[in-house]
């Protein structure tokens, strides 16, 4: 659920912390930016504290040779990200569809604006997940919390 909120939200993301970064992160720097994009991700979009979240991004950050000396800048650009979240965040996602620029200009092509949008919109939701049991799809949807369709496949909205 993580990776694919951050994956999901990525442009967003992005967006909020480049905000916080006196100068881009190096080239090289990918192990770095993948863990203020995961921690971003748990702040902003999951049900995770920002304290745990900081902590264990600050502590990702310590146990990596290639990132222990940036894991101040890692403590400080989460904790301010967590402290602004509730102002910023809905005019950050209001401002982007989600998509990399060829991505939407693709969609728009083939499908028009409208159409384009539309997808793009559905695209910030979390698709359920479908389970196909070998028996009693009944108990397996109590324990997961889900339905027993039509077809006896078990459907869970959210894991």
Known sequence: AILVTAL???VTISGLLARRLEKPLPPNATVLSH?????????LFLDIPDS???????????????????????NGVLRTLARSKQAELAAAL??????PKWFSDRLKAAYGPDKARQILAAHRYEAPVDFTVKS????????????????????????
């Open 94 to 99: 209001a401002a982007t569809d989600e998509a």
């Open 8 to 10: 999901r939200f990525r």
């Open 136 to 159: 009693d799809p009944a108990l397996w949807a109590e324990r997961l919390g889900g339905i027993v369709l039509p077809t006896g496949t078990v459907r869970v909205e959210k894991l």
């Open 35 to 43: 863990i203020l994009h995961v921690a971003a991700a748990q702040i």
């Open 52 to 74: 745990a979240a900081v902590d264990l991004a600050v502590t990702h950050a310590k146990s990596d040779p290639r990132t222990v000396r940036f894991s101040g800048l890692v």
